[in-house]
């Protein structure tokens, strides 16, 4: 039988850029309360540091073992669906849950073995869009318009309290049908999203154009079909056939 401890190793906090180190303290706190222990950081301005340690108030497990990235991809290896947390609506075309939708979709993914990472931005600034971009979804709390951003670890605090509500709940959802193979990781959609972009330039798609918009669009299709290795084995053949055959076009004129 799963525990409520079984499905909560199923998940990561992932703090981005992170100004202050009391903010990751207070957010060890307000994981560990709710029963996670996961916690990923991307590029924080300073960790380990003694005000971290002093508002963990005793989270000190998740300190210790919280993991530190250069860039947001190395925080979300391992990871098949993310979503990012955001106070305020981007330009970045995403689907967009609050807390309550998000937990009942990432509870559902964990029970067929998926690793669930929750992105939360820097204090000042939020995520950005290329940050974003790398969800699947972006969550925000539904807070009053006209006094909105909730301070980090309030905002991680309302998201582990949701998943573990979730996770105690009776109405459990039974787990989708399983992939014949194991779902595509963040890294390895990355190396996708790399090939298809150097793909495109070599077959000449943009003519020119900028191709950010359609770059963002393609993420969010791709994002969305949620594919497992070996699809992402099957378009990286198609793109190598046609780099390829745009190698002998050009040879040709």
Do not use: W
Request: aromatic share 6%; charged share 25%.
């Amino acid at each position: 039988m799963t525990t409520v401890s079984d499905l909560s190793s199923y998940f990561r906090f992932v703090l981005v850029r992170t100004s202050h180190p009391g903010n990751i303290g207070s957010a060890a706190r307000a994981m560990r309360t709710m029963g996670f222990h996961r916690m990923e950081l991307v590029s924080p301005h300073r960790f380990p540091d003694r005000e971290a340690s002093a508002l963990a108030a005793g989270a000190d497990d998740v300190l210790a073992n919280a993991g530190v990235h250069q860039g947001l991809v190395e925080g979300l290896v391992g990871s098949s669906m993310s979503l990012g947390l955001s106070a305020r609506r981007r330009g970045v075309n995403l689907p967009e849950l609050t807390p309550r939708e998000a937990a009942a979709q990432v509870l559902a993914a964990v029970q067929r073995g998926e690793q669930v990472a929750l992105v939360f931005g820097n204090e000042r600034t939020g995520l950005e869009n290329e940050e974003l971009a790398r969800c699947h979804a972006m969550v925000r709390i539904p807070s009053v318009d006209d006094f909105s951003s909730l301070n980090l670890s309030q905002a991680v605090q309302v998201m582990a309290y949701e998943l573990r509500v979730a996770m105690l709940g009776e109405n459990v959802p039974a787990p989708p049908p399983a992939h014949d193979e194991p779902p595509a990781d963040a890294a390895q959609m990355e190396r996708f999203f790399e090939h298809l972009a150097q793909t495109l330039d070599d077959i000449d798609f943009h003519k020119g154009r900028a191709p950010t918009t359609i770059m963002l669009r393609l993420r969010k299709l791709f994002q969305r079909a949620q594919m497992d290795e070996r699809e992402l084995r099957m378009l990286h053949g198609i793109f190598a056939d046609a780099q390829r055959m745009a190698t002998l076009a050009k040879k040709e004129m």
